[in-house]
C-alpha cells in the first residue's frame, strides 16, 4: 500500500498539472479551426482533460481513503 504522505503529495501534483492543463497559453495550442467527432478541438481538449483529472482524482481519493481505514483498523 502506497504511504499516505506520497498519496497526499500525487494528490497536490495533479491540482497543480490540471491548473497547468488550462491555463491560456497551453489552452491556445489547442484553440484550432478543425474539428475532431464534429466538436471543435478546444472543447474536446476540455473535456478529455477534465474527464482525465476526475478518473486521477478518484483513484487517489479511493486509495487515501483504503490507506486511512488501514491505519483505523491497526
Do not use: H, N
Not at 13 to 30: D, R
Request: charge should be positive; aromatic fraction near 14%; glycine fraction near 4%.
Amino acid at each position: 500500500m502506497t504511504p499516505p504522505a506520497k498519496l497526499t503529495e500525487r494528490a497536490l501534483v495533479l491540482a497543480l498539472t490540471a491548473f497547468l492543463a488550462w491555463v491560456p497559453p497551453l489552452v491556445g495550442i489547442f484553440s484550432l479551426d478543425g474539428t475532431l467527432w464534429g466538436m471543435p478541438v478546444l472543447f474536446v481538449y476540455f473535456f478529455v482533460s477534465w474527464a482525465v483529472f476526475i478518473a486521477l482524482c478518484a483513484r487517489i481519493t479511493r486509495k487515501l481513503r483504503q490507506s486511512a481505514q488501514q491505519a483505523e483498523d491497526t
